[in-house]
């Protein structure tokens, strides 16, 4: 099974608060579509600033994925809506954690989601619960971040301990993770704490509905603008 319904809700200390649905399939990378609503925090603040309702939809494709901001912020940039985010792009903005990112993106799956958490801490099962009314086996603990991370892309060591030295920096070490998989061992339930710079984080992620079909297309090119051509344009400032 490699598409699933996702529902989801993350907090990261002020700064967001939002709310995630939609549906991602993996079988070529991840595909899809996804509505991420900002109901609290400073994200939520600016995008109501600038004249959103607070949701984004977004449409993942296997190299890039596409965010329409809405009409007030497309008219601050031309008249496009969509943003195009490629993932390249971001590995190199990022640096070490863009790289986990294009990898882990275009590289992962549910099930290696388990393996890799189960190998990266101190992980066990936790007994036998119902996820919204389906049997599950309960898998908790802790787990070190860039270990989990590590384990789950192909980052050379330069990578890694690159990366460790940016989490660290950001205070991410440690998080405390519980996953209820069904019995076919693909995800029902996820929830992960832990601490960060920006105060306490913590998401709850709802897996339904595996093999569902999966469309996405991209937007329409004349109505979409790269997002490094709006760091050029705010870069150079007004002309």
Do not use: C
Not at 155 to 166: N, S
């Amino acid at each position: 099974m490699r598409s699933a319904r996702i529902e989801g809700t993350t907090e990261m200390g002020d700064t967001v608060s939002m709310k995630q649905t939609g549906t991602i399939g993996w079988s070529d990378g991840p595909t899809g579509t996804l509505t991420l609503t900002y109901t609290g925090g400073t994200m939520a603040e600016a995008l109501k600033q600038g004249g959103g309702d607070g949701s984004v939809r977004a449409r993942y494709l296997r190299d890039e994925y596409y965010a329409d901001m809405g009409e007030a912020f497309a008219a601050t940039i031309g008249g496009k809506r969509w943003v195009r985010h490629a993932y390249q792009d971001l590995a190199e903005l990022g640096g070490p954690a863009g790289d986990v990112l294009e990898e882990q993106v275009q590289n992962s799956t549910r099930e290696q989601g388990l393996k890799a958490l189960l190998a990266a801490g101190d992980v066990r099962k936790a007994g036998q619960q119902d996820v919204r009314g389906v049997p599950a086996t309960r898998y908790s603990g802790t787990v070190d971040v860039a270990e989990l991370t590590g384990r789950n892309s192909a980052l050379d060591a330069g990578q890694l301990a690159a990366l460790k030295e940016r989490l660290s920096a950001a205070g991410v070490t440690t998080q405390t993770v519980d996953m209820w998989v069904g019995e076919d061992d693909l995800p029902l339930k996820k929830t992960e704490r832990g601490e960060t710079a920006a105060g306490a984080f913590s998401s709850t992620v709802f897996y339904s509905d595996y093999g569902t079909e999966v469309s996405v297309r991209k937007p329409p090119t004349g109505d979409t603008v790269d997002f490094k051509e709006i760091l050029r344009q705010r870069a150079a400032g007004p002309s």
